[in-house]
């Protein structure tokens, strides 16, 4: 029998899941992921770590899977009979969840439900963890700042509201069946590999495409939200950390540091060095490269939602003591390597 530690990450092709399988592998874990199957490549983000299955020996397996599909959840959890399963699959679009609501409550709310019903159909309460991840979208319009473990939360879109059942129906098997089920309350994180249709990324992406010549005007929507940004390297350290507890236990991670999406895109244009100016508010808002007609930012309205979460802030200091974890990255930071990230990824493009 082998002493590795084994864990199972359902959403293991994501942002998170390729920084916490590569964090699980330094620590000598056997890691199982579970990948859906899809018309064109999805695993780009775990290329660089993936295994031959013809090896002998391999310590990264992966496996096909839906976490809306209760059947496949329910064998994978028994063929495999993790020490630690982390939930990180999820439609986790806010936007996108006011166009699929009836999916994102499957995948997010049920699928919660269907890893956790797994874990107690098979017995495995005194074997497997379980790691949740929630959000600081649960607590929406918010109803104190900053926000922190015993703030209530008032979601303000299907995906939110259906991170909230997932919440409680972590504390809920927890209290009813002993197991060691947590939540993370995880602020907003990002780095190179977050998705390019979340704010961050297509800010990057878009002015750096700009600087390069290959873009001219980037359109974004509400640039007055404020959110508290973190790196999602820094963030995967933490969900492994609040498994280690000797209880298991709820967390916020969060900075603790607020920009408003402006602030984020002046920062970029700064890292970039791209001399602008701001025109106008609101819808109207627009910026210029300084001294030129050339408009590089305008707003579009559809990418405003039929409801926003206005701030968050997060209050982290339960994590900071109890798990004595502290962010290595900063805002400003966190920019610099997305941005120099972006910039060589598109020289890459233009030798293709
Ligand atoms: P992400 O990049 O969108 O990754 C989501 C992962 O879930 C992908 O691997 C995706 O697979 C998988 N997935 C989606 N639907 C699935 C399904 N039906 N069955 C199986 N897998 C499915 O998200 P992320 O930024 O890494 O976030 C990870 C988790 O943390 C999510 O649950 C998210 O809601 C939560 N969260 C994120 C943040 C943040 O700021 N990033 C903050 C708080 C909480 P494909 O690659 O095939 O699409
Ligand atoms: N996506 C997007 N695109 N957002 C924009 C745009 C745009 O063009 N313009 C302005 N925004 C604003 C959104 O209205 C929102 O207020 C803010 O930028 C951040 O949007 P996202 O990057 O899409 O992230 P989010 O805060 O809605 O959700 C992310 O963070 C949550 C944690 O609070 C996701 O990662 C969720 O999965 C996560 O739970």
């Excluded at 890292?271 to 819808?283: A, F, T």
């Amino acid at each position: 029998m082998s002493k590795n530690k084994v864990a199972l990450i359902f959403g293991i092709t994501g942002q998170d899941g390729s920084y916490l399988s590569e964090y699980l592998l330094k620590k000598n874990y056997i890691v199982h992921g579970v990948i859906r199957r899809s018309s064109s490549f999805n695993t780009g983000r775990i290329d660089h770590i993936y295994q031959d299955p013809h090896k002998k020996k391999r310590n990264l397996i992966l496996h096909y899977g839906d976490i809306t599909d209760s059947i496949s959840v329910s064998s994978l959890i028994k063929k495999i009979l993790p020490h630690e399963i982390y939930n990180l699959a999820a439609q986790s679009h806010v936007a996108v969840s006011f166009e699929v609501p009836e999916y994102t409550a499957n995948a997010d709310a049920i699928g919660t439900l269907r890893i956790l019903e797994a874990i107690r159909f098979h017995k495995l309460q005194s074997r497997t963890r379980f790691y949740q991840a929630g959000t600081s979208e649960m607590y929406g319009k918010v109803k104190e700042t900053p926000q922190n473990e015993y703030t209530s939360f008032y979601p303000r879109s299907p995906y939110g509201v259906a991170k909230v059942y997932a919440h409680w129906i972590t504390v809920n098997y927890r209290e009813a069946y002993k197991i060691f089920a947590c939540n993370g309350i995880l602020f907003n994180h990002e780095s190179p590999r977050r998705g390019g249709t979340f704010v961050t990324k297509k800010i990057v992406n878009g002015l750096c495409r700009i600087k390069k010549g290959l873009q001219k005007t980037l359109y974004l929507g509400n640039l007055e939200a404020k959110r508290d940004w973190g790196h999602a390297k820094d963030y995967a350290v933490a969900m492994w950390k609040i498994l280690q507890k000797r209880e298991p236990d709820d967390f916020v991670i969060a900075t603790g540091v607020q920009l408003t999406v402006k602030e984020f895109v002046n920062l970029v244009l700064k890292e970039l060095k791209i001399d602008y100016l701001w025109k106008g508010k609101g819808l109207s808002s627009r910026c210029f490269i300084k001294g030129t007609k050339n408009k590089i930012i305008s707003i579009d309205k559809n990418y405003f939602r039929p409801l926003e979460v206005d701030t968050l802030l997060g209050n982290s200091k339960k994590a900071r003591r109890e798990l004595k974890w502290k962010p290595k990255y900063n805002v400003k930071s966190m920019i610099k390597e997305m941005v120099y990230e972006e910039l060589n990824s598109l020289k890459d493009d233009k030798k293709n």
